[in-house]
């Protein structure tokens, strides 16, 4: 007699102290592998637990999604044929296999939300299964925090220093209570960020976030064309002369303001709703 399904799911919630996200029958396999192997698949937090089948309360093996660089899809789109994503992670490479084209989307939507801590861009997705990976993002980053915060504060450029400061350096109490982050600064996806503009006009154009890249940040700016408003995105840095935009193609007028004020464009921000 086989074992009542929810008393499986409750083995596993207790065996790996995870939330459940997703789950589904894929295949799996090590790109210097063959063949593929069918497993039960569970995403649960960021690690993809993988079973033999879906009445087997102890995983057979797991994935580290924290891990994860890149998921690229590694077959053409064929409506009625298996989807191929190859998984680039920092120890190994590995690929998974799905059924159709709607279930390897979904996964992808997933796995990449959980690896990188915000949604993909682009995704062929029903309105529910959206709202069901904002639910995701939003529980991920309440149960870690700490992978979700801010990257660390490029080096304050000279001109921005306190007066009469020197090269001394700020005592700790100094420090704890000056304000790390500018006004303008959201910890939100770029996605967020792009909403957020265009649902508050009367608040801004700009929002300053974090960026991708360690040690850096991003700026998501709303403009006004001849074609109707348009949102961009483009990566800021610090430098001793100030903060530098790297722009597509340089904008003399922009760079211009920019030195003169460098925080001219953040000074009027989006409030969160």
């Keep these: 007699m086989s074992t009542n399904p929810r008393v ?22 090590l790109t210097k592998e063959k063949d593929f192997k069918r497993f039960y698949g569970e ?19 797991k994935v580290d999604l924290e891990q994860l660089k890149s998921m690229e899809l590694d077959s053409s789109y064929k409506k009625k044929e298996p989807t191929i994503f190859t998984l680039s992670l920092s120890t190994e490479e590995l690929q998974l296999k799905m059924d159709n084209p709607d279930t390897g989307e979904v996964w992808r939507g997933f796995i990449l939300t959980v690896g990188k801590k ?3 861009s682009k995704l062929q997705l029903l309105p529910g299964q959206m709202m069901q990976l904002k639910e995701t993002l939003n529980q991920e980053r309440k149960r870690n925090p700490k992978l979700c915060r801010a990257p660390t504060l490029p080096p304050r450029p000279s001109f921005l220093q306190p007066s009469g400061s020197g090269n ?10 000056a304000p790390e982050l500018p006004a303008c600064f959201f910890d939100v996806t770029r996605q967020e960020a792009e909403k957020m503009l265009k649902e508050n006009p009367e608040n801004g154009s700009i929002i300053l976030r974090p960026s991708t890249l360690a040690h850096n940040y991003a700026l998501t700016l709303k403009q006004h064309t001849p074609s109707g408003p348009a949102v961009k995105n483009y990566r800021l840095t610090s430098t001793n002369s100030g903060f530098v935009i790297e722009l ?6 922009l760079l211009q303001n920019a030195s003169a004020s460098p925080h001219l464009h953040l000074n009027k921000c989006p409030r969160h709703k």
Excluded at 248 to 253: A, D, G, L
């Design 8 to 29: 499986v799911h409750k083995r596993r919630e207790t065996i790996t102290a995870l939330p459940l996200y997703h789950s589904g029958h894929l295949l799996k396999k």
């Design 43 to 61: 995403l649960r937090g960021a690690t993809l637990f993988l079973y033999k089948d879906d009445t087997q309360d102890t995983y057979t093996e």
């Design 118 to 120: 915000e949604i993909p």
């Design 168 to 177: 001394n350096s700020p005592s700790p109490s100094e420090e704890k209570s």
């Design 248 to 253: 597509e193609t340089p904008k003399h007028h």
